[in-house]
């Protein structure tokens, strides 16, 4: 198969034949038909993630079809369309069998644990745990940006920030993360504010439920959702909080922030991480998939030869860029 192979960290990566994989016997094999370019792929090419081996393929937000399953998966997974939380789980742990997937102990992630789906074939563990079966009406594209982005923003807006109608929030950084997070909280009826230094992005946002926008940190907020992973905007956006209030770093950071401890006790404030969203909780995002607009921040279309570049270029334009190794 063909393949985005990266040799060495921060160094552009080529496209080349590589062998196909074979599934592991929990595991499957998907044809890759769409896939995101996602700061986090960034982050592995640049070697901020000690986990991941060279050479490695990256990507690990896609949809495509099963083309193979392991001895211990049932067969019938055979040419469903499908897709995958980044975070794969083991199923096993007694963090997954208290339903916490997304922050599994054991987890596997294409892309950084081992090769991801910048190919045109990607394999996955524990596929009983972690194939997510797609609705005929979720297009390829659209299921492309839920394994990461759009399901982590979910997440973090429903289950960790818990924004309930009529709450103020900040949504800092205006790239596919944060973008899905304006879509999400302004659906639950949050007057959202996307703050981004990008003029396009912020116009992207209010097409997409922002009633405001701004350039820096936004005071009086009930809630902040930090996407773009910029240590000073994260400790910023906590300043910034009225008191109780609830700040979620989605966005990574891996060289650590500074936050500032003095305004989160003087203010009662919560600070809180999110991760991912775990497969079983797919079914629920799927039945209240916004289509229209998750499929309108896609900004952009390439092939496998284009994915370098867009790693390179990655937030010089508004909007995903989705990749689809199987074109020509």
């Given at each position: ?15 080349r ?16 038909e ?17 986990g ?13 079809t099963?083309?193979?399953?392991g ?17 794969c ?9 208290a339903?916490?997937?997304?922050v ?7 892309g ?68 899905s ?8 009826g949050?007057?959202?504010?996307a ?10 946002a ?62 009662e ?12 909780e797919?079914?629920?995002?799927l ?37 689809h190794?199987?074109?020509?």
């Open positions: 198969m063909r393949a985005l192979v990266i040799e060495e960290f921060g160094r552009p990566g080529e496209v034949e590589v062998p196909r994989p074979d599934p592991a016997p929990d595991g499957a094999v998907v044809q890759v769409a896939t995101g370019v996602c700061r986090s792929d960034w982050h592995a090419w640049q070697g901020h993630d000690d991941v081996p060279l050479p490695f393929v990256p990507g690990h937000e896609f949809a495509g099963v083309v193979a399953v001895s211990d998966v049932d067969r019938a997974w055979i040419g469903r369309r499908v897709t995958a939380p980044f975070v789980a083991c199923g096993a742990c007694p963090t997954c069998a339903g916490e997937h997304q599994c102990p054991h987890q596997e992630q294409p950084f644990t081992h090769d991801g789906s910048f190919a045109e074939f990607v394999a996955i563990r524990h596929a009983r745990t972690n194939l997510v079966a797609l609705p005929d009406e979720v297009s390829f594209d659209v299921a492309a940006t839920l394994g990461c982005r759009y399901a982590t923003a979910w997440r973090a807006v429903h289950r960790r920030a818990r924004v309930v109608a009529g709450e103020r929030v900040a949504v800092y950084g205006c790239g596919g993360l944060g973008l997070a304006v879509i999400i909280a302004s659906r639950a949050a007057e959202v504010t703050v981004d230094a990008s003029p396009q992005a912020l116009e992207l209010t097409r997409l439920g922002a009633a405001r926008t701004a350039g820096t940190a936004v005071p009086d907020m009930h809630v902040a959702l930090e996407c773009s992973g910029h240590p000073g905007l994260a400790d910023a956006a906590i300043r910034a909080l009225r008191r109780r209030g609830r700040h979620v770093q989605i966005g990574l950071l891996p060289g650590g922030a500074h936050v500032s401890m003095d305004a989160v006790i003087a203010g404030l919560d600070v809180l991480g999110s991760h991912g969203l775990a497969a079983h797919y079914p629920e995002l039945r209240t998939l916004p289509h229209d607009a998750v499929a309108a921040m896609v900004g952009r279309h390439g092939r496998l030869e284009d994915a370098q570049r867009a790693l390179e270029t990655l937030g010089a334009s508004a909007g995903v860029v989705l990749i190794p199987g074109e020509r």
